[in-house]
């Protein structure tokens, strides 16, 4: 089959590999598009033993069903599925309590096994939905950033959101914007340094949207008293982590979404004094899977009209042009089936 191949640090290749073998409780999926994760592009930059290669990344895919387990029963061949990007046990303390998302012994698709950069990957049943034929695949492979914004959308049921600041307006940030709106009913600001981005998230919904952080400080000072309930930092580097507990209310909550940078200095006197709430976010379960496919049939989001699709054939120079910030592509997706 052909894939998209990581075969060390700072190389791509288009190459020929053995397609997967079917297990007992696995399907065989013929992938129909496959995004490419801001996290793919950045630990590709960083060289980081996160993805060690020799590896095919791709995490966020959808397909058809060509090959099914002598144990599997949900689905079968000519279905059309959706896969979450974690891999859980399904036995551990963390899926017995319903937080997959947490499992202990989680594997993460292009990173601790093959993944849908290719035409054909293996996936365990557990971890498949139903893709409805009136979801596109450029859309239908993004249903699991949207989860992610389902899944921020769900910790903070029980705190105030009535408004909230998104900071970063890629893929997740877009996720996460358009999760809180139809889900929470929020009025959200969004925040990027590259204008058309920002432009970007006033079409799809945010109330105002800026590209420069001393002009968010100044509607922060202007339009509230004190801070907004929420702020998302779907980008995580330093600069993003203080710039959100800055435009926090007291007593408001922070999540912090984006994989940017680990280490960072922030103001703890911030975070103590004013009682504001820091909260972590990572990936999303099964269920929020699901609310995500159900967002996208239902016409309650756009997650098509921004991203950019290419056959895989074109997947390194895609993939490079991202990387390297050199195009004005905002979401690339990969194609490379021909399913519709």
């Avoid at 004013?274 to 309650?300: C, F, H, K, P, W």
């Amino acid at each position: 089959m052909q894939t998209l191949f990581y075969p060390d640090f700072g190389a791509l290749e288009i190459s020929e590999k053995p397609a997967p073998i079917c297990g007992a409780a696995d399907v065989v999926v013929r992938v129909a598009a496959c995004g490419v994760c801001g996290s793919e592009l950045e630990t590709f930059r960083a060289r980081s033993d996160r993805r060690s290669p020799p590896l095919i990344m791709g995490h966020e895919f959808c397909g058809e069903v060509v090959e099914a387990g002598r144990d599997v029963d949900s689905v079968s061949a000519g279905d059309s599925v959706i896969a979450n990007a974690i891999v859980h046990c399904g036995t551990c303390h963390f899926c017995e309590a319903g937080q997959t998302h947490l499992c202990s012994a989680r594997e993460i698709f292009g990173m601790h096994r093959p993944g849908a950069f290719a035409e054909y990957v293996a996936v365990p049943e557990r971890v498949l939905a139903a893709w409805p034929p009136a979801v596109a695949a450029e859309s239908a492979c993004l249903t699991e950033p949207l989860a992610n914004g389902v899944h921020v959308a769900n910790l903070l049921r029980n705190s105030p959101t009535e408004l909230a600041v998104v900071i970063g307006a890629g893929p997740i940030g877009l996720s996460v914007l358009q999760a809180l709106r139809a889900l929470l009913g929020s009025t959200v600001i969004c925040f990027d340094l590259d204008t058309r981005r920002a432009r970007l998230a006033e079409s799809l919904g945010a109330t105002a949207a800026f590209d420069d952080a001393d002009e968010l400080r100044q509607w922060v000072r202007d339009a509230t008293d004190g801070g907004v309930d929420l702020v998302v930092d779907a980008v995580g580097i330093g600069v993003t982590k203080r710039l959100a507990l800055e435009c926090a209310r007291v007593g408001g909550t922070c999540v912090w979404l984006g994989l940017g940078q680990d280490a960072a200095e922030i103001p703890t006197y911030q975070l103590t004094l004013g009682e504001r709430s820091i909260l972590g976010s990572y990936g999303a379960t099964m269920e929020e899977l699901r609310v995500a496919i159900d967002l996208m049939a239902n016409r309650q989001v756009d997650m098509l009209s921004w991203t950019t699709a290419y056959p895989l054939k074109e997947g390194v120079e895609a993939f490079l042009r991202m990387a390297n910030a050199a195009g004005d592509d905002v979401k690339v997706v990969l194609r490379p089936g021909g399913l519709s």
